[in-house]
């Protein structure tokens, strides 16, 4: 049974950062994951990807800002956000693109003045 177990979000003001951790269980955390997010009415969208090699991929509304990364001892990817906007505002949620379990509890990430 995989779990993934996000942590990390909060609420912060524009241009602050906050990192994100998900933890994974159940031996499949040599595969690709990546990072989602849900804003309120819209869908949920991949917004970072890492391999197990650690090639990378970002939605283009994050490029520069967002960096995600993983530690396989630890079993854990990462997501540093930087220069946060409001519009980043979502729940975000980590998953495998190539083989999606079930959804985590998320993570509240709420970027306002």
């Known amino acids: 049974q995989v779990q993934l177990v996000e942590s990390g979000g909060g609420l912060v003001q524009p241009g602050g950062s906050l990192r994100l951790s998900c933890v994974v269980s159940g031996s499949i955390f040599n595969l690709r994951m990546g990072w989602y997010r849900q804003a309120p009415g819209k869908e949920r969208e991949l917004v970072a990807s890492?391999?197990?090699?650690?090639?990378?991929t970002y939605v283009d509304s994050v490029k520069g800002r967002f960096t995600i990364s993983r530690d396989s001892a630890k079993n854990t990817v990462y997501l540093q956000m930087n220069s946060l906007k409001p519009e980043d505002t979502a729940v975000y949620y980590c998953n495998l693109p190539g083989r999606p379990q079930r959804w985590g509890q998320g993570t509240q990430v709420t970027v306002s003045s």
């Open positions: 890492i391999t197990s090699g650690g090639t990378t």
